[in-house]
């Protein structure tokens, strides 16, 4: 595949985050948006026509041997990221999935393995590990010398929060489609702790359960050899702490551990240096880039959203939910 080839995309999910992906991947050279999928014919036509876009679907199926798509980005509900992944990948269609990518540890190992046996190429979406802010944070850690704490805190009053307390249970707030803080928000304090720190010894979590049965909001502590993690996620508070990595001899700062733009350094005695690099304003650009480069490359597997950092962080989030008593329908 020369790096002139276009990739044909077919999307599923007409939502917010897509018309967010949309804009970063139309920066791209090599994306062709071919195809789109909704459950409804009126959802898919509107999408199509906004977009415009050549086909469009109410059958998935259909889509996955329309032989008009080379990959497919997912952005369903939770509960059905395995499902459609998987679908794709047996009829060869590459799959970029947005995150969580699965409900649990058990869908993910079957992501893996039908991507392996289909040969096919499976990438969790998720930006903040990908962008020049990340690999800012990953050439630097050396600075801080022996880390000794990885703090992250990601806690967004949610839009959808208000007509909950009004007695409107949106999906968000839904454990049939296998949401809440954790799943939605959590997994971006997590995911760059894994990547950049692998599979901790122990989990410790606690969360506040909303009587729809998913957790509004949480904590975790990541047990490592020579430190910790510690994590903060909420639906249901706002936050404007920066993340930190602390290291004995100096910190990293970074402004949003769901999407590091600003990073600077600072020593004990308090010299600062700026790290930040120039990014592009419509951060998905940068998983995009990842995964059509990976497809230039013929590689099925990304070396920084990986198959191994994608499990290791389900079967954390698997642990904290286990503490907290967080159980999906997809569990059983």
């Given amino acids: 595949m020369t790096t002139t080839t276009k990739i044909r995309f077919g999307l599923i999910g007409t939502n917010w985050i897509t018309e967010r992906f949309l804009a970063g991947a139309r920066l791209h050279e090599q994306f062709e948006l071919a195809a789109v999928y909704s459950r409804t014919e009126e959802k898919a036509r509107e999408f199509a026509d906004k977009h415009g876009i050549p086909h469009r ?4 199926e259909a889509m996955f ?44 190992r079957e992501m893996i393995e039908t991507a392996k046996r289909t040969d096919t190429l499976l990438m969790q979406a998720v930006k903040s590990t990908l962008m020049p802010g990340f690999k800012a944070i990953q050439d630097n850690l050396e600075k801080a010398g022996t880390v000794r704490r990885y703090f992250a805190s990601f ?12 007695g409107q249970v949106l999906n968000a707030f839904k454990p049939e489609l296998s949401n809440g803080s954790l799943m939605d928000i959590g997994i ?12 901790p ?14 957790d509004g909001e949480g904590s975790l502590i990541l047990g490592y050899d020579t430190m ?9 508070t706002h936050s404007f702490l920066p993340n930190e990595i602390q290291g004995e001899l100096g910190s990293l700062y970074i402004d949003k551990i769901s999407e590091p733009t600003s990073i600077t350094f600072q ?4 010299k600062v240096e700026d790290l930040s690099r120039p990014t592009i304003e419509e951060t998905m650009y940068y998983e995009l880039d990842e995964f059509i480069q990976l497809l230039n490359r013929g590689l099925r597997e990304s070396s920084i ?12 989030m698997d642990e904290a939910r286990r503490q907290m008593g967080l159980r999906f329908p997809a569990d059983e």
């Fill in 201 to 214: 010894n122990s989990v410790k979590a606690q969360g506040y359960m909303l009587e729809s049965g998913v």
């Fill in 267 to 270: 020593t004990r005695d308090g």
């Fill in 155 to 166: 806690c967004q009053y949610s839009s959808r929060y208000d007509a909950y307390k009004a």
């Fill in 305 to 316: 959203n990986s198959h191994e950092t994608s499990l290791i962080t389900m079967e954390i």
């Fill in 188 to 199: 971006y304090c997590i995911y760059p702790a894994v990547a950049l720190f692998g599979k």
């Fill in 228 to 236: 910790d993690a510690v994590l903060m996620h909420s639906k249901i």
């Fill in 65 to 108: 041997g329309s032989g008009v798509i080379d990959a497919v980005y997912i952005a369903s509900p939770n509960s059905l990221h395995a499902p459609h992944a998987i679908a794709a990948m047996n009829r060869g269609i590459h799959v970029l999935c947005e995150k969580p990518a699965a409900s649990n540890a058990r869908e993910m």
């Fill in 57 to 60: 679907y109410t059958d998935l």
